[in-house]
């Protein structure tokens, strides 16, 4: 296992402004005190030897800073794999794990200091906390010079436009095969994603002065131009030529044939990543795969916004050579083709009990799980049940013919299976179920989680009577 220490300082201001908390106690806390700091591992056996692990930087809102994977394994951070040489952003309470699995790895927790120096203008609430008054036109889109709405942030430069300007700016770009260059200092683009801690902030000032909100219209325009759902890694020149030399082989080998695109590995059917292609992560196997807007096939789950290439490289009808990851089609696939065998975990909140009486109602019923859930889509899908409570994004826009990932599969089956149970007579459940009160709190309900006997006494597929 590779210890991780030492940092190297890139400049001589010596304020701790962050540390890394190692979550396995044997291991100090290595402290961050410049702007921009390079942390090494290193290798117990040898101790002399060290490699760069990661690069953290402070970003200027220092509610923020940007951390790059230095090291050649994938890492992971806030549950995603970061690759090599990729950037994030992390804040205070982010989790990194030092290499791409759990095991073996040292992870971190990082944290932000709360220091009067940095706090100059901030309102400390709690620890981490922070309240920033920020000055109106600092918020605003340089494209459309209005209030950011749904804010993304293109890195390396972290500047701020809404969603659907910079994707129409993206297009263009992609349209004309050239670098994406940032629209307010044109330094080259090489990943943009959306930015969820300004949205909450664009909001709070569209709150506070509402004479700065947008038209109704005017906000479905730029939403039907949003393009950016998940994060979008774009290309550098840079990288291409570190990764050539993989390819030098393979090269000779297919006898002159071009190389194939450094980031994702393919090219097919006429189609070819330019060099300035910008990429999806998918959230499935951490590969990659052009972002299209030319295709309708669908590299996004509606349910979760997050990217999955399942259903990409299946339309590509492509065998992808096992240097690059990518996921089964099964993974990714509309909600009419799948097929469910058992209750998920997450059903009726989690209460086992509740489980166990709808699996045994339905057998009981004569039918499978499966019988049951394909019966509930088509009325799903007919708009027979009300979707407020569908623990699904765009829950109003999903039929039966979307594809979705795994996770929101899950969701949706849960979700149904609420509805066939408080659709279905008490008398035709099981006889132990048949007899009990409904809890006040409903599904709502919080000491069905930590009291069995509470849980199992009271039913608790219903709606809440009562609130908190
Ligand atoms: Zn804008
Ligand atoms: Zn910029
Ligand atoms: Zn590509
Ligand atoms: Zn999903
Ligand atoms: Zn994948
Ligand atoms: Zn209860």
Known sequence: MA??????????????????IPTDKMYVDIEINSDETVIFSETKSTSVEKHEWCKITRNSDLNTA??????????????????????????????????????????????MSSDSKLCKGLKVIGNCHVLISVDVEHAKCSICLNIWHDVVTAAPCFHNFCNGCFSEWLKRSQEKHTSVLCPQCRAAVQFVGRNHYLLNIAEDILQADSSLRRSVEEIATLDSCSLIQSNLVIGSVKKRNEKRPRFVLGLEESGGLELPCPQCGTEYAGFRCSPHMVHLQCHGCGGMMPSRFD??????????DRAFCGAYWQAQSLQRSDIYATCSPETFKPISGRTISR??????????????ITGRCISQMGKTLQDVISEWIVR???????????PLNHAEMISAETPICNECYEKLVGFLLYWFRISTPKY???GDATERENCWYGYACRTQHHNEDHARKRNHVCRPTRSR
Do not use: Y
């Not at 940092?7 to 890394?20: G, P, Q």
């Not at 394994?73 to 759990?102: H, M, W, Y």
């Not at 209750?343 to 166990?356: A, C, G, S």
């Open 3 to 20: 210890e991780i220490g030492e940092c190297s300082a890139s400049n001589s201001s010596l304020e701790n402004w962050a540390k890394l």
């Open 66 to 111: 940007t951390l790059q994977n230095r090291s050649s394994n994938a890492i992971i951070v806030d549950e995603t794999l970061v690759q090599k040489d990729e950037t994030t952003f992390i804040r205070c309470g982010s989790e990194i794990v030092s290499g791409p699995v759990r095991d073996g790895h040292l992870s971190f927790k990082f944290e």
């Open 295 to 304: 295709t309708g096939i669908p590299q996004h789950c509606l349910g979760c």
């Open 343 to 356: 209750i998920p975990q997450l059903t009726h909140e989690n209460n086992r009990h509740e489980q166990d």
């Open 380 to 390: 799903f899908n007919n708009r027979e049940i009300d979707r407020t409570r569908m």
């Open 428 to 430: 035709l459940l099981p």
